[in-house]
């Protein structure tokens, strides 16, 4: 009995330790070869699921998870929770060093299979004002931001508050493949 209690204890952390999949994944990379740019243009995202408007750092990923019906998983790394809705897959990202379950980044893609991604038939919109996302191509991007994207990946960034020795910014990374949009997503840091 002893040890199948602490053969249940062991598998069930392992269980709960779930990482994101498909293009989530790109979450975890810390790639600091990838264009980062600044820019003036506000990055801050308009997120609404159902009859609910989120704000990054301030909603927690359990009302999300509330709203939706669906439960947040936890892993190493970041606690998040996956929405497939009219062909596109949002990741909901609260990073768990500094999030403390609140939402920090945004993973959106075009539809791939995915398992840990639950449906979600509600409205769910993320914009960025003046901004586009998935709908960006190549060409415009280069008309939106000074910096022209240079490779598969770049990251605009943009200051939004800071708070005495820490500044607060909102950044946006776009995924390519073949110049065409693959996914992009958008982060709230705070740094010193």
């Known amino acids: 009995m002893k040890y199948l209690l602490l053969a249940l204890s062991v598998t069930s952390s392992v269980a709960m330790a779930t990482q994101m ?67 596109v897959n949002y990741w909901f990202i609260s990073d768990n060093e500094m999030g403390q379950g609140d939402l920090t980044s945004i993973a959106i893609a075009k539809a791939e299979q995915q398992g840990n991604c639950s449906p979600y038939k509600g409205d769910l919109s993320i914009t960025i004002k003046g901004t586009p996302l998935l709908d960006a191509s190549f060409e415009n991007i280069s008309s939106i931001f000074l910096n022209k994207p240079n490779g598969n990946t770049v990251q605009y960034c943009t200051n939004t508050k800071n708070y005495g020795d820490f500044t607060q910014m909102n950044c946006l990374q776009y995924f390519f493949k073949n110049k065409s949009i693959k996914g992009v997503i958008i982060n709230q840091i705070t740094s010193n």
């Open 21 to 87: 999949e498909g293009f989530g994944a790109n979450y975890y990379q810390d790639d600091s070869s990838i264009p980062n740019y600044d820019t003036s243009k506000s990055l801050v995202p308009n997120v609404i699921i159902g009859d609910n408007v989120y704000t990054m750092e301030f909603s927690s990923l359990i009302d999300i998870a509330k709203t939706t019906g669906v439960t947040v998983n936890q892993g190493n790394q970041a606690s998040w929770l996956c929405l497939a809705s009219k062909g």
